[in-house]
């Protein structure tokens, strides 16, 4: 972590210091210890030990108006020996009623808007002073990760602004404004809208738009709907459009993309207490008269309380190749707190300009016990046949504490 990463942490701990009134602080989170084994597309063998760690600490003060929260992890790869990689996810202080009608958040933060999303060491400030729109403010150093660690240079930046009308009745609306630079220059610069409106019984229609001002394009369309107004079934439609949006510092930018839209489909009914069927179907266009039709029907049967039961079918025609396989998967509750579960995928593909199919088949089997009322682990083990790989045996331990 560098000096840059520093300084909001720095003044996080300095407000934290001016809190007035010691008290009798609460801290709580949970630590989860993960152990992981596989082998790469190279056949080289790992064994990656990881420690995560959520924490939050509050009751600072007689209003319980100051919280602490942070969210890490430090890992290694124990068969390479490449030493530890420390990665800061966030670590903030809220301070709710800062100012009239008005909460404000300092530190290394997550933060979403219609427009835009990102990490920041920085401020935000949400404010609900002008009636019925309140605004949001956030911006500070732009955090980048990649596989080795932090990738954020001087003069990377992040900001966002949000307008967010209150107290619509069964709606919300937003609109947003978006920008990031990369070194000091512009990269990005994004207007977003987001809505939603329940109409009355029939359900609710929703919708996401962005649009990049430095493309001149809109990047993402979304409009969808709701419904549960026949009995037991719940129906969903959704059009969904993007074209890819380079940084304008970026050497992609210079290239032209074809954009991607999906109708999607989707129905769940609930046939009997026992058993829910499921049906989706996408309709999927790549741009320059690429596309494909895809699907998924599945049926999940609880013959008794603690028993699943999942099967489903799935299928692909178009651009790329073709598809066709199944799933099957369940869980038993074998005793109070210890939940054993088991599953197996199937696929048969046919790539695009080939004549012939490859399959590919994947196990698993897991295990989810809780050992005290503040501990429990998890087990999982899986192996995969295909074509390329004769086996390809992973697994995963965790151990979760409370505190």
Not at 277 to 286: F, K, Q
Not at 295 to 316: F, L, N, Q, T
Request: glycine share 12%.
């Amino acid at each position: 972590m560098n000096r840059r990463t520093l300084a909001p942490l720095v003044a996080l701990f300095i407000l934290a210091a001016v809190v007035p009134s010691a008290r009798a602080v609460t801290f709580g989170g949970k630590a989860s210890t993960q152990a992981m084994w596989f082998s790469d597309e190279f056949g080289v063998d790992h064994f990656d030990l990881a420690q995560y760690v959520r924490a939050s600490a509050r009751q600072f003060d007689k209003g319980d108006t100051v919280q602490v929260t942070g969210y890490g992890r430090l890992s290694g790869d124990v068969e390479e020996g490449d030493g530890v990689d420390g990665r800061l996810y966030y670590l903030y202080l809220d301070k709710r009623g800062a100012v009239k009608s008005t909460d404000v958040r300092v530190g290394r933060q997550f933060f979403f808007v219609s427009a835009g999303s990102g990490i920041v060491d920085g401020a935000r400030v949400d404010t609900r002073i002008a009636g019925p729109v309140a605004f949001t403010l956030v911006g500070g150093r732009n955090v980048l990760f990649d596989t080795t660690g932090e990738a954020t240079k001087r003069g990377d930046a992040a900001f966002a602004a949000q307008a967010s009308l209150m107290n619509l009745p069964d709606a919300h609306l937003d609109l947003s404004y978006y920008l990031t630079y990369d070194e000091n220059d512009l990269a990005k610069e994004l207007v977003g809208m987001s809505g939603s409106k329940r109409v009355g019984k029939y359900g609710e229609l929703y919708t996401r738009l962005r649009y990049d001002v430095l493309s001149e394009v809109f990047g993402e369309i979304q409009l969808g709907g709701r419904s549960a107004f026949f009995p037991k079934v719940v129906l969903n439609a959704e059009y969904f459009r993007s074209i890819p949006v380079f940084e304008a510092t970026s050497i992609f930018s210079v290239f032209a993309v074809d954009r991607y839209q999906e109708v999607l489909l989707r129905a769940d009914y609930e046939w009997t207490p026992k058993v829910t069927l499921s049906g989706e179907y996408r309709n999927e266009s790549y741009g320059g008269g690429d596309k494909a039709n895809a699907g998924e029907g599945g049926v999940r049967y609880r013959p008794s309380d603690g028993v699943s039961v999942y099967g489903a079918g799935i299928w692909r025609v178009g651009t790329g190749g073709n598809l066709a396989g199944f799933e099957l998967s369940g869980d038993l509750v074998v005793r109070k707190d210890f939940l054993l579960s088991a599953g197996l995928q199937r696929d048969s593909f046919r790539r695009e300009l080939m004549t012939g199919h490859d399959d590919a088949t994947r196990i698993w089997a897991g295990v989810d016990a809780r050992i005290r009322k503040n501990v429990s682990a998890s087990a999982r083990i899986e192996d995969t046949i295909s074509d390329q790989y004769s086996r390809d045996v992973r697994g995963r331990l965790a151990l979760n504490v409370s505190f």
